[in-house]
């Protein structure tokens, strides 16, 4: 540049300085990302370079190009597969990572359109890679990945190794037609894989060989499961597809809809994206994705968002593309669950069970909505295999509740003075040895009255999964230890003859001036602990038995055992194959009970637990029970989508009351609880006749079962001639 800038020019050169340093820094993530699966960034930073770097291309148009990555999709295919040029580009996707962003795209539409509103299809955003299936007289002749949008790579022998990618497609296919759609891993298949890599990679550092690559996520894994060069290779892989599009088709008239064009292309034999849903306006369309947004980590694959599609074809020809991206379908994305930060340090602390467990101190950064500062670690194994170090800038992940996981380092970013951790070889609480156990990579403190042993076994005892009691948590208990108002779970039920000592401790009691001096007494704290204790006892048998704490014992094989025993002593004195037949138990399980009850100091514990009055017994209330199923003998099935609450949680419901719930239905079938967007199955029921009730039936049912039989009765008097 030789001329000099004048005052307004100054901002155009920041941001051309700016916008080119995006370019680079995009294009090189993009071959990280999509030429060696190997990213370095999470996808909410990636999307944050995008973002901006579209922004300012909008603002600064004469800085806009035509081989900007906002322009062009991925990275150019890699070297070694042949390369294959699409008939028709394959797009990218817009983003809206809220309602207003949604509402202003499709309102974006409506202007175009010059119309107010149409039908809309919502599909789960698989997060995988998407492939062109080319099929000729009902055979599959070529696959191809994307690449950059116009060419990808001849993938074709490796596609024919995924289950569900069909060779030979059944009833009567177009001649000749693509259909596209995402290969995935599902997340079960993931994990497993990986475990299998390290497994192997141990064999192979123990013989100092090369090891093989441990995927940093499904996205990634089934990427690189495509692209292996050995087609047997990705034979072995777990891997799906879903089919979510036609791409082009020759000689047939194909539907005039997308979800048609799925409905039809299942016929053929695909796959299509699961839960598919239809919607007549965008609000359907927007509780669908704020729905999906809470459910995300319900699914066997991994979702990074929902794709909401204009459903009319003829609508989508008319709306067109912009850049890389349609104008009819837009991605609402979910809050990312990954970010970058730094591992301070790597702490240990002592769980029920003795074990050392260590974890992460992370500088503090926001994931999934929240703030993270630490991030569990499991075991050494586990640190050693993923190899993390004190000082790493690492991914951390936080899926739904879980607590947050770090993933993987960075290891561009790793610092050059950085060494292996090392497992500290005395208990952080007492001091005691700490040793290995052999069967599961956990290192355990030897001391057997570890005082932190004791804190978190009480801890789990009275917390929410176990006893419930409320206002005995993490600090109370660790106060009345200290004043040695209880040394075990026993003595928690003497508590309430304690109510003295208690309120003088500063933290518990409460606080009242006595000629002019603090001083303390039992206040409504205590009491409220002492209502919490007394109510713990009638808690049952299957959170008793989760209290006590024996290893592998949680609580849905709990309440199954409490159910086909009935009494705490009937499961302690079972023997271990009695345990084990237990539908749900097994050997496991049941010799971790029976080597609990070898030992004496348990009775002990037990004895002094039913002498303080805690129900150890199953209570069968027998008059309860004819009331407790007023639907029997009648059969629901569910379709579409309910507001209120989930699909499966319905069916619980209704199933507790007594309901048999179906998955298709017949003339057998009493109702159909119909939500949003039913499709085929609420046709069916048409056809036949059936009763078919919505969201407010559903939830007038469950608060009132007795109302199903009285409809079902006025529905029979109003139609005498029946359906059948
Ligand atoms: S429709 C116009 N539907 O997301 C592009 N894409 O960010 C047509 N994807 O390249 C895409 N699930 O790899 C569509 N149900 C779905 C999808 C889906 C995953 C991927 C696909 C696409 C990328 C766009």
Redesign the pocket.
Same mark, same amino acid.
């Given at each position: 540049m030789s001329t000099a800038p004048t005052s307004g020019d100054a901002e155009v050169i920041a941001a051309r300085d700016r916008v080119e340093l995006l370019r680079g820094e995009i294009l090189r993530h993009n071959h990280l990302y999509h030429a060696l699966d190997a990213p370095e960034i999470a996808d909410a930073e990636y999307d944050e370079l995008f973002n901006e770097l579209r922004r300012l291309e909008a603002d600064f148009p004469e800085l806009a190009s035509a081989d900007s990555p906002t322009q062009t999709v991925g990275a150019v295919p890699g070297r070694t597969f042949a390369v294959v040029e699409h008939r028709l580009r394959?797009?990218?996707?817009g983003n809206a990572f809220n309602a207003e962003e949604l509402i202003a795209w499709r309102q974006r539409a409506a202007d175009l359109l010059d119309r107010e509103e149409w039908t809309y299809v919502t599909?789960? &955003?698989?997060?995988?890679?998407?492939i062109a299936l080319v099929y000729e007289r009902g055979r599959l002749v070529q696959a191809a990945t *994307?690449g950059d949008g116009r060419a990808g790579e001849d993938v074709t022998a490796n596609l024919r190794m995924i289950d569900g990618v069909p060779n030979q497609l059944s009833g009567s296919p177009p001649p000749r037609f693509e259909v *596209?759609g995402?290969v995935f891993m599902p997340k079960a298949g993931f994990e497993t894989m990986n475990g299998e890599i390290a497994e192997e990679n141990q064999h192979r550092r123990e013989q100092g060989r090369a090891e093989l690559t441990l995927y940093a996520n499904p996205r990634n894994a089934a990427a690189g499961s495509v692209r292996q060069k050995d087609a047997s290779v990705t034979a072995t892989r777990p891997l799906s597809i879903?089919i979510?599009?036609l791409g082009w088709c020759e000689d047939v008239v194909t539907p005039d809809t997308h979800w048609e064009t799925l409905e039809w292309l299942a016929e053929f034999g695909f796959p299509t994206?699961p839960e598919a849903a239809r919607h007549d306006g965008i609000e359907s369309a927007l509780a669908a994705c704020e729905q999906w947004t809470q459910r995300r980590d319900t699914q066997p694959f991994e979702m990074d968002g929902v794709?909401v &599609?204009v459903d009319d074809l003829g609508l989508q020809a008319d709306l067109g593309i912009v850049g890389r991206?349609?104008r009819w379908?837009i991605?609402w994305k979910f809050p990312p669950q990954e970010a970058s930060t730094v591992l301070e340090q790597i702490l240990v602390n002592v769980g029920r069970t003795g074990s050392i467990n260590p974890y992460a101190r992370l500088r503090p950064v926001r994931v999934g909505g929240v703030q993270v500062t630490n991030a569990t670690l499991h075991n050494l194994d586990d640190i050693r295999r993923k190899d993390i170090r004190e000082g790493d800038t690492v991914v951390i992940r936080r899926a739904g509740e879980v607590i947050p996981q770090v993933v993987r380092p960075v290891l561009e970013r790793r610092p050059e003075d950085s060494v292996e951790w090392e497992m500290p070889d005395t208990c952080p609480s007492c001091d005691a040895r700490t040793v290995r156990n052999p069967d599961d990579a956990m290192y355990y403190c030897s001391n057997r009255a570890c005082p932190s042993i004791l804190q978190r076994s009480l801890e789990h005892f009275a917390g929410r999964g176990a006893m419930d009691i409320r206002g005995l948590g993490e600090r109370q208990i660790a106060l009345l230890l200290q004043h040695r108002l209880i040394e075990d779970a026993a003595d928690i039920f003497d508590l309430p003859h304690k109510r003295e000592q208690m309120g003088r401790i500063p933290s518990l009691g409460q606080k009242v001036k006595r000629d002019g001096e603090d001083s303390y007494e039992p206040g409504k704290r205590i009491e409220n602990l002492i209502a919490a204790i007394e109510r713990s006892k009638s808690r049952g048998l299957a959170f008793l038995l989760v209290g006590l704490g024996i290893r592998h014992v949680g609580g849905e094989n709990a309440s199954l055992l409490a159910d086909e025993f009935g009494s705490l002593d009937a499961i302690l004195l079972a023997p271990a194959e009695t345990l084990a037949a237990v539908d749900g138990v097994g050997p496991i399980i049941a010799d971790s009970i029976v080597d609990w009850a070898m030992d004496g100091d348990h009775w002990w514990l037990v004895h002094r637990l039913q002498q303080a009055g805690v129900e150890d017994e199953i209570q069968r209330s027998e008059e309860d029970e004819p009331a407790e199923t007023p639907l029997e003998g009648l059969r629901f099935v569910l379709t579409g989508r309910f507001a209120s609450m989930t699909r499966p949680q319905a069916e619980a419901q209704l199933k507790s009351l007594g309901a048999a719930v179906g998955s298709s239905v017949s003339k057998n079938t009493s109702a159909l609880f119909a939500g949003e967007a039913a499709g085929s199955k609420r046709r069916k029921a048409e056809s036949l006749g059936l009763a078919i009730w919505d969201e407010d039936q559903l939830v007038q049912v469950l608060e009132r079962p007795g109302l199903a039989a009285e409809w079902l009765r006025e529905a029979a008097a109003a139609e005498p001639s029946g359906a059948d």
């Open positions: 394959m797009l990218s996707l599909e789960p &955003k698989i997060d995988g890679l998407a *994307r *596209r995402e879903g979510y599009q994206t794709v &599609k991206e349609p379908a991605a």
